[in-house]
């Protein structure tokens, strides 16, 4: 497939695994590959905080890579993608890629991302923010990412939970440019 047409999926161990499931899913619905690794915590998050995350990721991803594979393809600049979604991206994950440590596939995969000078968005889900985290996610900044914490919108006027989280997956799409009907669009202002 084209490259234009692929996504790297992190799923890291924060709470909020249901934001990687619905990015798999909404990419797949949208016809994008989808090339997904899971960290050890990511898998213990989502038996936690889903009944069927992972299964429902098995069903529709493109490939899923184990964690511990740093000779992965994604983990190598000649696979071109589109960029990266770490979705939810702990403070964990985040220190690691914002400081060059590169122990996990994911960490590799985004940090391999910045470096071919693509899109690495990272949904950061901590809170509250100490000092520490507040310059790494600057540090992220500063080379390249984009940090983009899933917070709702209350403007869509949410009925429901899976409301508020199609939204924060289509403004990630957005941050990628791809096209998608999850976001909900401000009205236009005469």
């Known amino acids: 497939m084209n490259a234009s047409r692929r996504v ?3 799923i890291s161990g924060a709470s909020g695994a249901i934001y990687g499931v619905r990015m798999v899913e909404a990419l ?5 590959e989808s090339h997904v690794v899971i960290s050890d915590a990511g898998k213990r998050t989502l038996a ?3 009944d069927d995350g992972l299964l429902r990721i098995r069903e529709v991803a493109t490939k899923i890579y184990p964690t511990g594979d740093i000779g992965a393809s994604i983990a190598s600049g000649s696979f071109r993608a ?5 979705a939810p991206c702990s403070i964990r994950s985040a220190a690691e890629v914002a400081t060059g440590t590169t122990s996990t596939l994911l960490a590799r995969a985004a940090d391999v991302t910045l470096k071919e000078r693509r899109r690495l968005i990272m949904m950061v889900r901590e809170t509250p923010l100490h000092t520490g985290h507040l310059r790494t996610l600057t ?7 984009i940090i ?3 917070v709702p919108a209350f ?18 799409l957005d941050l ?3 096209d998608n009907t999850l976001a909900h669009r401000w009205r236009d202002q005469p």
């Open 8 to 10: 790297i999926v992190g």
């Open 28 to 32: 797949h619905a949208l016809g994008y």
């Open 48 to 50: 936690e905080e889903t």
């Open 82 to 86: 589109l960029g990266m979604v770490i």
């Open 139 to 145: 540090t992220l900044s500063e080379i390249g990412a």
């Open 148 to 150: 983009a914490p899933p």
């Open 155 to 172: 403007y869509i006027r949410p009925t429901s939970l899976d409301d508020i989280i199609d939204h924060s997956v289509g403004r990630v």
């Open 176 to 178: 990628l440019d791809i």
